[in-house]
T-cell receptor, first 114, second 117 residues
Framework: KAGVTQTPRYLIKTRGQQVTLSCSPI?????VSWYQQTPGQGLQFLFE???????NKGNFPGRFSGRQFSNSRSEMNVSTLELGDSALYLC?????????????FGSGTRLTVV | AQKITQTQPGMFVQEKEAVTLDCTYD???????LFWYKQPSSGEMIFLIY??????QNATEGRYSLNFQKARKSANLVISASQLGDSAMYFC??????????????FGKGTHLIIQP
């Protein structure tokens, strides 16, 4: 079965611009989570969506937002980009409410802000 | 709050030796899941092994086994007969119910494992 697909794989943006990243989960997975990974801060949770509703949000400024569509595909948006937003953004999908079920991650989008 | 601690930022191991990567966790929940992921330089997070908080037996998946000591809140990953392809970052993570029907997944800071020929 197809895995989690993230697009694009690489992105270079200028400070002040905005960016939209896309994530298509594994078929049947309705829970989608986003993580930011940087060398300094490690893996940080951004938000989690289930059935088009944001259920959980990490400690990030309002410039970071997301949404989920009826087909469970998710997008995250970062407005007014800052140099510190340069990171690997990982999306993961899972079956919701199943503690014993792992998250499957995509290959990530590597965002560079210049 | 849930917390995962990985105390080994980096490890060098000779090929074919066994490796133990340490992970301790902190939670007041009774029900949780513990996971190990491998992240090669390409960036993708690859699931390795899972241990449930109520599982009495240690999990095993091929060359990977999880040394689960619940009373000590530790979930160490053991890789037997290490291979050059095992060189990567390894993350310990915990899945838990965060309330309101939502789940959370919290990660440790990772261990950078380098296998030397």
């Amino acid at each position: 079965k197809a895995g989690v697909t993230q697009t694009p794989r690489y992105l270079i943006k200028t400070r002040g611009q905005q960016v939209t990243l896309s994530c298509s989960p594994i078929s049947g997975h309705r829970s989608v989570s986003w993580y930011q990974q940087t060398p300094g801060q490690g893996l940080q949770f951004l938000f989690e969506y289930f059935s088009e509703t944001q259920r959980n949000k990490g400690n990030f400024p309002g410039r970071f937002s997301g949404r989920q569509f009826s087909n469970s595909r998710s997008e995250m948006n970062v407005s007014t980009l800052e140099l510190g937003d340069s990171a690997l953004y990982l999306c993961a999908s899972s079956l919701a409410g199943r503690i014993n079920y792992g998250y499957t991650f995509g290959s990530g989008t590597r965002l560079t802000v210049v | 709050a849930q917390k995962i601690t990985q105390t080994q930022p980096g490890m060098f191991v000779q090929e074919k030796e066994a490796v133990t990567l340490d992970c301790t966790y902190d939670t007041s929940d009774q029900s949780y899941g513990l996971f190990w992921y491998k992240q090669p330089s390409s960036g993708e997070m690859i699931f390795l092994i899972y241990q449930g908080s109520y599982d009495e037996q240690n999990a095993t998946e091929g060359r990977y086994s999880l040394n689960f000591q619940k009373a000590r809140k530790s979930a160490n990953l053991v890789i037997s007969a290490s291979q050059l392809g095992d060189s990567a970052m390894y993350f310990c993570a915990m899945r838990y119910h965060s309330g309101g029907g939502a789940d959370g997944l919290t990660f440790g800071k990772g261990t950078h494992l380098i296998i030397q020929p």
